[in-house]
């Protein structure tokens, strides 16, 4: 199951269905089931908080995963910060809801195994990002 709950923010006017549709289908790519997924929308002093108690970074960001997998069953707890993707749409020239799914599916394709912080990383991330947003334009027609 996939849950969205916001904590001291508006809840994004996402279609709950269709992403959870989507991230269902994202998985499959990578051969993945999805277990349970909480996504926790926050602001940027929430996110700096679980920021420093759980990982120990002094740093605001747009998105932080908790990996829960279990086998090929991807499981976990997705926080991101509304304000630090709006200030990110802003920055990079997209439209806010463009950036927003980018982050939403970023922490599903860390759960499935993809990481952005080694060397050559975080291009392969943003490609599997633009081929799973990709994927979310074409389900749309």
Known sequence: MITYQADGVEMPKIKHREITTWIRAVAATYNRRVGDIGYMFVNDEKILETNRQYLGHDYYTDVITFDYNE???????????????????????????????????????????????????????????????????????
């Not at 439209?95 to 922490?107: F, K, N, P, Q, W």
């Not at 599903?108 to 080694?118: E, F, Q, R, T, Y």
């Open 71 to 141: 086998g090929d069953i991807i499981s976990g707890d997705i926080v991101i910060s509304i304000d630090t993707v709006a200030s990110n749409a802003k920055l990079y020239g997209k439209s806010y809801d463009d950036e927003l799914y980018r982050v939403i599916i970023h922490g599903v394709l860390h759960l499935c195994g993809i990481n952005d912080k080694g060397p050559g990383e975080r291009e392969i991330m943003e490609a599997n990002e633009e081929k799973a947003l990709a994927l979310l334009k074409a389900r749309r027609g």
